[in-house]
T-cell receptor, first 114, second 112 residues
Framework: DTGVSQDPRHKITKRGQNVTFRCDPI?????LYWYRQTLGQGPEFLTY????????KSRLLSDRFSAERPKGSFSTLEIQRTEQGDSAMYLC????????????FGPGTRLLVL | RKEVEQDPGPFNVPEGATVAFNCTYS??????FFWYRQDCRKEPKLLMS???SGNEDGRFTAQLNRASQYISLLIRDSKLSDSATYLC?????????????FGKGTRLSVIA
């Protein structure tokens, strides 16, 4: 399977714990995006990378969130001191760096904070 | 005003019906437009891009009206397998290939 993969697919944690999610993009894609989706809403942008450079972070990305893409391949998204409001589906997408490049989404990591 | 607005539905239609979804966007500088489909508890998948001239892919037709900042999706001869949430998606930046802005989605249920 050469699509975008994410790990884990599900995560249940207690409030205050740290969690880390991983995304492996399609291999030739140099842009990687993180989005968050809550029930009844469309995905909302969090941050994105071109190769290893983090180009932009949205205002949704509080200081408890950090994302990296150290070698320009896979990316990690860490949430520190989780809160119940962090419960959501975290989606990763990747694309070529070209105009109108289609973004392909991974299956997501579903986070539940108790 | 939200950047992308859609009627959340649900739209409940019988098999074989024609159904149309509409969407408006607020940023007149937006350059790229898409419809994504999302099945329950799955990731969004690109259904089709939307071009100014309108475009068709089988039973699906997408239209863009830049003057009214309005996008539509028409599904003809609905199938049970078309049941899903349809997300109207805009790339609001001239450079393209940048973060997408999604509507909340319109839920469609096709009934036998």
């Amino acid at each position: 399977d050469t699509g975008v993969s994410q790990d884990p697919r599900h995560k249940i944690t207690k409030r205050g714990q740290n969690v880390t999610f991983r995304c492996d993009p399609i291999s030739e894609h140099n842009r990687l995006y993180w989005y968050r989706q809550t029930l009844g809403q469309g995905p909302e942008f969090l941050t994105y990378f071109q190769n290893e450079a983090q180009l932009e972070k949205s205002r949704l990305l509080s200081d408890r969130f950090s994302a990296e893409r150290p070698k320009g391949s896979f990316s990690t998204l860490e949430i520190q001191r989780t809160e119940q409001g962090d419960s959501a589906m975290y989606l990763c997408a990747s694309s070529h760096n070209m105009p109108r490049g289609t973004q392909y989404f991974g299956p997501g990591t579903r986070l539940l904070v108790l | 005003r939200k950047e992308v607005e859609q009627d959340p539905g649900p739209f409940n239609v019988p098999e074989g019906a024609t159904v149309a979804f509409n969407c408006t966007y607020s940023n007149s500088a937006s350059q790229s437009f898409f419809w994504y489909r999302q099945d329950c508890r799955k990731e969004p998948k690109l259904l089709m891009s939307v071009y100014s001239s309108g475009n068709e892919d089988g039973r699906f037709t997408a239209q863009l009206n830049r003057a009214s900042q309005y996008i539509s999706l028409l599904i003809r001869d609905s199938k049970l397998s078309d049941s899903a949430t349809y997300l109207c998606v805009v790339n609001p930046r001239r450079s393209g290939n940048t973060p997408l802005v999604f509507g909340k989605g319109t839920r469609l249920s096709v009934i036998a």
